[in-house]
């Protein structure tokens, strides 16, 4: 037991979110009462023509044309223009508040900053398809969405990024959304997690999203969200390939394995096969094995396979915690105390910034 205890003390701990477990709000009981008051407003701008500032009126954007209205000799007259750059050099929208806002966000006065920034940022949502090189539009959309989520405004943030078609919005889009995905996960907020990260696009320009998703899913499962773990897994198969394709299915064998459905998860696990100890996701293979024999309560060989599995990994592996705890478990139902409490002890010394911590700091004091 010296020598598992010394193996274990050797292991850096992995970065990974931590798990705060508070009650959900159903995204369907969510109304969000800004976009009624500022999300149907018209926006107010100004063209550049030499030194001349022309007041136009923003009413949409599609096909490639930004969609105005200008007076023309007291007339009002509609007007498409392309969105190219002499347009990004022409567009103005004054932002009277802009800097205001700046200097509360720095100061972390989130409260102040969105009564500021909710009547001007609101409106330019619609307008998140234009290219990124209009920073006049997507800059107060983008300070306006992470600073909902730095606040801890998390139904208001998804309801603006559910407004957001991000498969036609600038990719920066998409890393707000993910960032609002692991702070919903962190609040338990599980299926607005699941149903942001499936909106997700994976193809051409964002194809950069897949292996982000892929963080995004793990931590899913991290919180325990098997069943909405492997939808997400399998949406992704598709897009990868060699060892990382092999690891997501062993994770969603692990996951099938850990909601029952032992014969699904054998099944997969038969098909993959890694049998060489040199094998990267060998570790893995031998976590799924042993997932399967816990469950079915054989805790002795589950006990063997898992520790076969420790002595592969690496300290950056994120199965670790997880292998260390159900190793804690196995010990426990084999009558060994001690070796569980040791096991558990070392998961909370090393590993405070994951899930496992807090269940380690359960299982410790639950079996004193």
């Known amino acids: 037991m010296h020598l598992f205890t010394n193996r274990i003390i050797a292991i850096f701990a992995i970065s990974l979110a931590s798990a705060l477990l508070v009650m959900p709000i159903e995204a369907s009981q969510y109304e969000n009462v800004f976009w009624e008051q500022y999300g149907q407003r018209a926006v107010a701008a100004k063209l550049a023509n030499g030194k001349n500032l022309q007041s136009i009126t923003l009413k949409g ?9 200008m007076s023309i000799d007291g ?5 498409g223009m392309p969105a190219n750059d002499m347009l990004v050099r022409q567009l103005r929208i004054p932002m009277s508040e ?27 949502i619609a307008y998140h398809k234009l290219p990124i090189s209009f920073k006049v539009i997507h800059r107060p959309n983008f300070m306006l969405l992470e ?9 208001e943030a998804n309801d603006l990024i559910r407004r957001i078609s991000l498969a ?10 993910l960032e609002l995905v692991h702070r919903q996960i962190q609040a338990g907020m599980y299926d607005q997690a699941s149903e942001l990260i499936a909106s997700l696009p994976l193809e051409d320009a964002y194809a950069s999203n897949v292996s982000r998703s892929v963080v995004a899913i793990h931590k ?12 997400l897994y399998k949406s992704i198969e598709g897009k990868l390939k060699g060892t990382q394709l092999q690891s997501i299915q062993l994770w969603i064998s692990y996951c099938l394995a850990n909601t029952g459905e032992k014969e699904a998860s054998e099944k997969l696990l038969d098909k993959l096969k890694v049998k060489n100890k040199k094998d990267k996701n060998f570790p893995l293979y031998q976590l799924v094995n042993g997932s399967i024999a816990h469950q079915a309560k054989q805790y002795n060989e589950a006990l063997d396979l898992l520790s076969k599995g420790f002595v592969y990994s690496q300290s950056s592996d994120e199965w670790v ?6 190793m804690g478990d196995c010990y426990l139902k084999t009558g060994n105390r001690m070796g569980a409490q040791n096991v558990w ?20 004091n639950k079996n004193k």
Do not use: C
């Open 345 to 364: 002890l070392e998961i909370t010394q090393l590993y405070k910034n994951t899930p496992w911590f807090s269940r380690a700091q359960y299982a410790l």
């Open 168 to 177: 036609e919005a600038p990719l920066h889009y998409s890393r707000i959304a």
């Open 147 to 155: 600073a909902l989520i730095d606040d801890q405004l998390l139904q």
């Open 220 to 231: 899913m499962r991290d919180a325990q969200q098997f069943e909405l773990a492997i939808p």
């Open 75 to 79: 007339t009002v007259a509609a007007m």
């Open 98 to 124: 802009m800097r205001a806002v700046q200097t509360l966000l720095r100061e972390k006065t989130y409260s102040k900053a969105l009564q500021k920034l909710r009547p001007q940022a609101y409106p330019l």
């Open 61 to 69: 954007f599609q096909d490639g044309m930004l969609m105005t209205e």
């Open 321 to 326: 915690p997880e292998m260390l705890y159900t």
